[in-house]
């Protein structure tokens, strides 16, 4: 389908409910991060919950439950739900926080550590009129976003999957990981120790995070035998360790590759993959939910 075509189709829900719908208008190529910040701009109402172009949503009640329980839990900033990661090209499908993830209510901290929440999942408060202005160095700021909302309050957890969530090559996180990738997900992260500079857990856990990405962009330069990149990195990380020496830094570096290669070959992680290869095979067979 053609630029206009897209246009034209927005034009006339546009008109037929004027009172729902606001058509912005943006050149082609206008930019995934200019475009995420004009629309937080332009949205109006007391929640706001994304549907990202590539996913869908799967449960016709799912606005209702989520604004149902924002409205009577005032001290929750924001809430989202499981959904089905369905890999394209390849036809398997998995479900969202699984594995490890045992928390209905959680916060700030436990999202410093990772960003457990996908984006066509979440229901959350407009805090802001318009987005901080750091943000716009950020690529993506979609983790950004769940941050300074998890700054205000708490986080719920529906486990029943109320979305798809499709991946496929073409997308800006695909499953191989790149030095694009990387740089990216750290830099959300430098700038987030920045403005969580004095809450010590939430910067203590954005840096261990910041750190295992630093240390996957070192392995990735030695593979591609890139050493001025390397030396970069190296040097990138010591502003999260004041009185470090980038030999301080090497060290860490090959501890934390000595324990992923011991827990590489260990008898639970070759379980944990068998099992979910086996999952794979047999999600191939199982149908998507309709909309």
């Known amino acids: 389908m053609q630029h206009g075509q897209h246009v034209g189709i927005c034009q006339r829900y546009a008109e037929q409910y004027p009172e729902a719908i606001t058509l912005v208008h943006h050149n082609p190529n206008y930019g995934l991060q200019r475009n995420t910040m004009d629309c937080y701009k332009y949205c109006k109402g007391q929640y706001i919950a994304i549907c990202d172009g590539d996913d869908y949503w799967t449960d016709k009640h799912k606005l209702q439950k989520m604004t149902d329980f924002m409205d009577s839990h005032t001290d929750f900033s924001e809430c989202f739900h499981r959904v089905i990661n369905y890999y394209e090209g390849k036809g398997i499908k998995s479900l969202s926080n699984g594995k490890g993830f045992n928390k209905v209510v959680s916060d700030v901290a436990d999202l410093?550590?990772?960003?457990?929440?996908?984006?066509?999942?979440?229901l959350f408060r407009k805090y802001y009129e318009e987005l901080p202005k750091w943000l716009e160095e950020i690529s993506l700021c979609d983790y950004a976003i769940h941050m300074l909302n998890a700054e205000r309050g708490k986080i719920y957890y529906f486990s029943k999957p109320m979305a798809v969530y499709?991946?496929?090559?073409?997308?800006?996180?695909?499953?191989?990981?790149?030095?694009?990738?990387?740089?990216?997900?750290?830099?959300?992260?430098?700038?987030?120790?920045e403005?969580?500079?004095?809450?010590?857990?939430?910067?203590?856990?954005?840096?261990?995070?910041?750190?295992?990405?630093?240390?996957?962009?070192?392995r990735y330069y030695k593979l591609h035998d890139n050493k001025s990149k390397e030396s970069e990195t190296y040097q990138r990380i010591l502003r999260f360790y004041p009185g470090l020496t980038v030999d301080n830094i090497k060290k860490m570096e090959q501890d934390d590759l000595l324990n992923r290669q011991k827990q590489g070959k260990?008898?639970?992680?070759?379980?944990?993959?068998?099992?979910?290869?086996?999952?794979a095979a047999v999600s191939f067979f199982i149908p998507l939910p309709r909309v």
């Open 195 to 218: 403005h969580f500079k004095d809450n010590e857990t939430v910067f203590n856990n954005l840096r261990k995070a910041a750190t295992n990405i630093v240390f996957s962009l070192i």
């Open 266 to 279: 260990s008898l639970k992680h070759l379980f944990m993959k068998f099992m979910s290869m086996g999952r």
């Open 112 to 122: 410093s550590k990772s960003c457990y929440i996908t984006n066509s999942s979440c």
């Open 166 to 193: 499709r991946k496929h090559s073409a997308g800006i996180f695909s499953e191989m990981q790149s030095d694009k990738q990387l740089n990216m997900t750290l830099h959300v992260r430098e700038l987030l120790m």
